[in-house]
């Protein structure tokens, strides 16, 4: 199992970047993944999940994710991308992907972050103007 984030960068406040998860060794379409990102000095946490049974979405309950990222798949690439928008210097972090084997998407799937099975290199994401 591997799993590759990619597509971070420097930006400058409201723009956007598509961050990409490439996989092997499992299937998008049996397990959920993950979108975590660590900003400097604070914990990693959850941003968004995937489904692998239906693509169902899930974003973390801050004000400040809901509406701006948006978490899709292409099962046939084996790719999860993090589409985000309006970018905000607090979106400055390094994002990371992860799959979990058991827990199906949803709120403690990004609360579980120490769960997680398999990470991949996390993509420096830095918001500045």
């Known amino acids: 199992v591997q799993l590759q984030a990619s597509g971070g960068g420097l930006v400058q406040p409201g723009r956007s970047l598509r961050l990409s998860c490439t996989t092997s060794g499992f299937s998008l379409d049996h397990f959920a993944i993950g979108w975590f990102r660590q900003a400097p000095g604070k914990e990693r946490e959850g941003v968004s999940c995937i489904s692998g049974r239906d693509g169902s979405t899930y974003y973390a309950d801050s004000d400040s994710v809901k509406g701006r990222f948006t978490i899709s798949r292409d099962s046939n690439k084996r790719t999860v991308y993090l589409q985000m928008n309006s970018l905000k210097f607090e979106d400055t972090a390094v994002y990371y992907c992860?799959?979990?084997?058991?827990?199906?998407?949803?709120?403690?799937?990004?609360?579980?972050?120490?769960?997680?099975?398999?990470w991949g290199k996390g993509t420096q994401v830095t918001v500045s103007s």
């Open positions: 992860a799959t979990d084997f058991m827990l199906p998407c949803g709120r403690d799937y990004l609360v579980r972050v120490n769960q997680m099975d398999y």
